[in-house]
């Protein structure tokens, strides 16, 4: 079994800062891409941000500037500092970590149970 564990998630004004944190666990051999997307009432799930093993990032436009993601190998864990929030910032944030379970598995993708963020104006 793996588990995708979100934490972080609140209400804050425009204009404050959420940090969410997502840790796997489980029965894993090595995560590869790990990241963020987040999906707001009526409308489809999109890529907030991604990092690579390596270290390289990808923003969703609407974000760049404002968040930042990064990511803790040893915890088999991602951040995502997210600040100047706005209200159309207001969504359920879901972790993604692509991930093999062992030596000989392919890597799969899994989801997070998501976590809420509200930014009231």
């Known amino acids: 079994q793996v588990h995708l564990v979100e934490s972080g998630g609140g209400l804050v004004q425009a204009g404050g800062s959420l940090r969410l944190s997502c840790a796997a666990s489980?029965?894993?051999?090595?995560?590869?891409?790990m990241g963020w997307y987040r999906q707001a009432p009526g409308k489809q799930r999109e890529l907030v941000a991604s990092i690579t093993r390596g270290g390289s990032t990808n923003y969703a436009d609407s974000v760049k500037g404002r968040f930042t993601i990064s990511r803790d190998d040893g915890k088999k864990s991602v951040y995502l500092q997210m600040n100047s929030l706005e209200p159309e910032d207001t969504a359920v944030y879901y972790c993604?970590?692509?991930?093999?379970?062992?030596?000989?598995?392919?890597?799969?993708?899994?989801w997070g149970q998501g976590t809420q963020v509200t930014v009231s104006s």
């Open positions: 993604y970590a692509e991930l093999a379970r062992s030596l000989l598995s392919n890597y799969i993708g899994y």
């Open positions: 489980g029965s894993i051999f090595s995560i590869s891409a």
